[in-house]
């Protein structure tokens, strides 16, 4: 399943507690409403702060939807968007390897 959690308004954790054993959460850490680059550490400590709740190896990371989420799309360049994958990519094999 994937939680879409970019902002403060997603909330807290907590209701992973209710995520069944048998299912995967994939964490929208990374907006794609805006081209801020988030930290690679904030990802990072919050993805370990999930896994107090779900295990590490039930987490996954990703962008937290398309980068053309609506009819007309987010105001974020190609080049923007590379870099927020990328983040994806380097934050998530720092953490699983």
């Excluded at 939680?3 to 995520?19: I, M, Q, T, W």
Aim: proline residues 3%; glycine residues 6%.
């Amino acid at each position: 399943m994937l939680l879409e959690y970019d902002d403060a308004r997603s909330g807290s954790f907590n209701p992973l507690k209710h995520v069944p054993e048998n299912k995967m959460v994939v964490f929208g850490l990374v907006t794609t409403k805006t081209s801020h680059l988030e930290d690679q550490a904030t990802l990072t400590r919050r993805i370990q702060e999930a896994s107090t709740i779900i295990s590490l190896d039930r987490l996954a990371l990703s962008t937290q939807c398309g980068f053309s989420s609506s009819i007309l799309g987010n105001m974020i360049s190609p080049l923007d968007q590379a870099k927020k994958l990328k983040l994806v990519v380097t934050t998530a094999k720092s953490i699983w390897g």
